[in-house]
């Protein structure tokens, strides 16, 4: 058995993870720049902000485009880069009939029936001590 190409195989799998691994953001939190800012410029371009979190470093926000449609993004929180954006509709694994014939998924929400700092009335509530 040669040992050179077991080698050279494990070598090129070991770099190659830490290229596809790396998709957080690594900002200093000393360089970050506060939520409220990024809600403000969002709600600007016509965004509706259901929700702004930090995930993996990065500011997740949970809310609707322009045209409607529900997205989530990420944003680096010291340029407020756009990192990632996916839209709900996007996912391969709902491809369900039964979600077209009820027309609620498929109708833009309007700024009256939309949450405001994510706050929907009905859901329960969780204190964390």
């Known amino acids: 058995m040669k040992i050179k190409p077991i080698v050279i195989t494990f070598s090129l799998l070991l770099m190659s993870s830490n290229a596809l691994a790396d998709d957080d953001c690594d900002d200093p939190i000393a360089g970050w720049q506060p939520r409220e800012?990024?809600?403000?410029?969002?709600?600007?371009?016509?965004?509706?902000?259901?929700?702004?979190?930090v995930d993996d470093g990065c500011y997740e926000v949970k809310g609707r485009d322009p045209d409607g449609h529900r997205?989530?993004?990420?944003?680096?929180?010291?340029?407020?880069?756009?990192?990632?954006?996916?839209?709900?509709?996007?996912?391969?694994?709902d491809d369900d009939d039964?979600?077209?014939?009820?027309?609620?998924?498929?109708?833009?929400?309007?700024?009256?029936?939309?949450?405001?700092?994510?706050?929907?009335?009905?859901?329960?509530?969780?204190t964390v001590e």
Do not use: C, H
């Open 37 to 53: 800012n990024l809600r403000q410029q969002l709600e600007s371009e016509g965004w509706t902000v259901f929700r702004i979190k």
């Open 71 to 93: 997205v989530e993004a990420e944003y680096s929180p010291a340029t407020f880069e756009l990192m990632e954006m996916e839209r709900e509709d996007d996912d391969d694994d």
């Open 98 to 126: 039964s979600r077209g014939k009820s027309g609620s998924y498929s109708k833009p929400i309007s700024e009256e029936q939309a949450p405001r700092k994510g706050i929907i009335k009905g859901r329960p509530t969780v």
